[in-house]
């Protein structure tokens, strides 16, 4: 019989210690340690015979791993073209944000063509039913709805179904528990625990499942780290209350490429996609506005242009504020720097403000040229040439280092109607972009741009 112990584990990294410390050795985090009851079994004799079987890595493709589409495109392309059988994914967003909604919808539209069944541990089954119905989603007998915590129960319940089911969703994994470990939902053990469950239950029985995690108010997914390490797939549902859209942004994908993002837009009836999100994030001037720049960046496989901002006010502080919104801060430091000593400008007695608009965050050091544009743009109060996009990185040197994807930049740029482009050196166009390419070497090159006004009705930011 297994003889059990108080342990005490760090609810921040899963360290186990012996005896409770304010710090823990692990992550050094203090006051996250919490006592759990383990079991301790004894040691098995070692077994001559094994049950594994290995395969010849040329076996036949089994035809039962193709991809299973939601029919959600944005939803498919964050994944990498659809659910792979057996895949368990991890979707982690903000209270409130929208991911009940989202994987309600996603599993009303996976429903048309596939069996499935959604399970709650935060909610009953008539508000399931409920917001549903509010949402217009449409009914299915292949769809079931239950409100369960037990994980044991759970699978339970899907072996005794008359059919298999392909995918599970489980809301949240927080909410989650087994009868065998002896502490409170949501703590180390029993996300650890219950995740192995149902990993072992997807792998086995070649079922897709989708986890709910809750984010902590540092904006990760609730839990250990290891928790992202069990799993597949780790999705984050971002955006702003005070903005309309969602973004759905894969951070791990051990079936497609990472860092790609899917946009929604929160409406009445739920979460709708955006087929061209460039248009959420580009300026809406009807005449030339100076510190605005457009960017050509890249998210993931998809092309997207965003406006970056920039204001420069006179300062009446000791040391001027640098204030950054969607960008690093210290990345704006390191373009200032560059300014001025590359090209002879002057921030000093100024404060900056620099924003992505739309609430987007870009961390692509692509982004260089376009900040520098607006910044120059807003300092000398000369608007940007019109139908112009920016992107290159920077260097301390004040050179402009070529990037990657120039051709998904340029394309996208051409489709939504600019004509020149500015970027970095050794960039040669294919045959099939129609639009005018500046290849710089230097920052300095692009200062003459500023020097001299090419319009005469200017505003600022």
Same mark, same amino acid.
């Given at each position: 019989?297994?003889?059990?112990?108080?342990?005490?584990?760090?609810?921040?990294?899963?360290? !186990?210690?012996?005896?409770?410390?304010?710090?823990?050795?692990?992550?050094?985090?203090?006051?996250?340690?919490?006592?759990?009851?383990?079991?301790?079994?004894?040691?098995?004799?070692?077994?001559?015979? %094994?049950?594994?079987?290995?395969?010849?890595?040329?076996?036949?493709?089994?035809?039962?791993?193709?991809?299973?589409?939601?029919?959600?495109?944005?939803?498919?392309?964050?994944?990498?073209?659809?659910?792979?059988?057996?895949?368990?994914?991890?979707?982690?967003?903000?209270?409130?944000?929208?991911?009940?909604?989202?994987?309600?919808?996603?599993?009303?539209?996976?429903?048309?063509?596939?069996?499935?069944?959604?399970?709650?541990?935060?909610?009953?089954?008539?508000? /399931?039913?409920?917001?549903?119905?509010?949402?217009?989603?449409?009914?299915?007998?292949?769809?079931?709805?239950?409100?369960?915590?037990?994980?044991?129960?759970?699978?339970?319940?899907?072996?005794?179904?008359?059919?298999?089911?392909?995918?599970?969703?489980?809301?949240?994994?927080?909410?989650?528990?087994?009868?065998?470990?002896?502490?409170?939902?949501?703590?180390? %053990?029993?996300?650890?625990?219950?995740?192995?469950?149902?990993?072992?239950?997807?792998?086995?029985?070649?079922?897709?499942?989708?986890?709910?995690?809750? !984010?902590?108010?540092?904006?990760?997914?609730?839990?250990?780290?290891?928790?992202?390490?069990? !799993?597949?797939?780790?999705?984050?549902?971002?955006?702003?209350?005070?903005?309309?859209?969602?973004?759905?942004? %894969?951070?791990? #994908?051990?079936?497609?490429?990472?860092?790609?993002?899917?946009?929604?837009?929160?409406?009445?009836?739920?979460?709708?996609?955006?087929?061209?999100?460039?248009?959420? =994030?580009?300026?809406?001037?009807?005449?030339?506005?100076?510190?605005?720049?457009?960017?050509?960046?890249?998210?993931?496989?998809?092309?997207?242009?965003?406006?970056?901002?920039?204001?420069?006010?006179?300062?009446?502080?000791?040391?001027?504020?640098?204030?950054?919104?969607?960008?690093?801060?210290?990345?704006?430091?390191?373009?200032?720097? !560059?300014?001025?000593?590359?090209?002879?400008?002057?921030?000093?007695?100024?404060? /900056?403000?620099?924003?992505?608009?739309?609430?987007?965050?870009?961390?692509?050091?692509?982004?260089?040229?376009?900040?520098?544009?607006?910044?120059?743009?807003?300092?000398?109060? #000369?608007?940007?040439?019109?139908?112009?996009? =920016?992107?290159?990185?920077?260097?301390?040197?004040?050179?402009?280092?070529?990037?990657?994807?120039?051709?998904?930049?340029?394309?996208?740029?051409?489709?939504?109607?600019?004509?020149?482009?500015?970027?970095?050196?050794?960039?040669?166009?294919?045959? *099939?972009? *129609?639009?005018?390419?500046?290849?710089?070497?230097?920052?300095?090159?692009?200062?003459?741009?500023?020097?001299?006004?090419?319009?005469?009705?200017?505003?600022?930011?």
């Amino acid at each position: 019989m297994a003889k059990i112990t108080l342990k005490y584990v760090c609810q921040d990294c899963g360290t !186990v210690h012996s005896k409770w410390g304010g710090k823990c050795e692990g992550c050094g985090a203090w006051n996250t340690m919490q006592e759990e009851a383990m079991a301790v079994t004894k040691k098995l004799v070692k077994s001559t015979k %094994s049950t594994l079987e290995f395969v010849s890595i040329e076996a036949e493709e089994n035809n039962d791993c193709e991809r299973l589409l939601t029919d959600i495109n944005e939803f498919d392309r964050v994944c990498g073209g659809g659910l792979v059988p057996g895949a368990v994914l991890l979707v982690g967003g903000d209270p409130g944000i929208g991911k009940s909604t989202l994987l309600l919808q996603v599993v009303s539209h996976f429903s048309k063509n596939y069996r499935c069944a959604y399970v709650s541990g935060e909610e009953a089954v008539g508000q /399931v039913r409920m917001r549903a119905k509010r949402l217009g989603v449409a009914n299915s007998d292949n769809l079931h709805l239950a409100s369960a915590t037990n994980v044991s129960d759970i699978l339970l319940a899907l072996d005794n179904l008359d059919h298999p089911v392909d995918l599970l969703i489980i809301d949240s994994i927080q909410t989650m528990t087994n009868m065998d470990v002896d502490s409170a939902p949501g703590t180390v %053990s029993q996300v650890r625990i219950c995740t192995q469950e149902l990993i072992t239950f997807a792998k086995t029985k070649g079922v897709c499942v989708i986890l709910v995690g809750h !984010v902590t108010k540092e904006g990760v997914i609730a839990g250990p780290r290891v928790l992202e390490h069990m !799993v597949d797939t780790v999705l984050y549902f971002e955006g702003e209350r005070n903005y309309h859209y969602r973004i759905l942004r %894969s951070v791990k #994908n051990r079936f497609g490429p990472t860092d790609e993002i899917g946009v929604f837009e929160m409406t009445e009836q739920g979460l709708q996609q955006v087929p061209n999100p460039s248009a959420l =994030f580009l300026n809406q001037h009807d005449f030339p506005v100076s510190g605005s720049a457009i960017f050509a960046g890249i998210e993931g496989t998809r092309p997207i242009l965003v406006e970056i901002q920039a204001l420069v006010a006179p300062s009446h502080l000791a040391t001027p504020r640098r204030t950054c919104v969607g960008w690093d801060n210290n990345r704006l430091a390191m373009i200032l720097a !560059v300014l001025e000593s590359r090209c002879g400008l002057s921030f000093a007695n100024r404060d /900056v403000f620099l924003n992505v608009a739309g609430g987007l965050k870009i961390t692509e050091p692509a982004s260089d040229l376009a900040v520098a544009a607006a910044l120059a743009s807003a300092l000398s109060n #000369n608007p940007v040439p019109v139908k112009s996009v =920016f992107f290159g990185e920077i260097g301390l040197s004040g050179e402009v280092r070529a990037v990657s994807q120039t051709e998904l930049r340029l394309k996208e740029a051409t489709k939504l109607g600019f004509e020149n482009a500015y970027c970095g050196k050794k960039i040669k166009s294919g045959n *099939d972009v *129609d639009i005018s390419l500046s290849s710089l070497n230097y920052l300095i090159e692009m200062m003459d741009i500023f020097r001299n006004p090419q319009h005469s009705k200017v505003r600022s930011l």
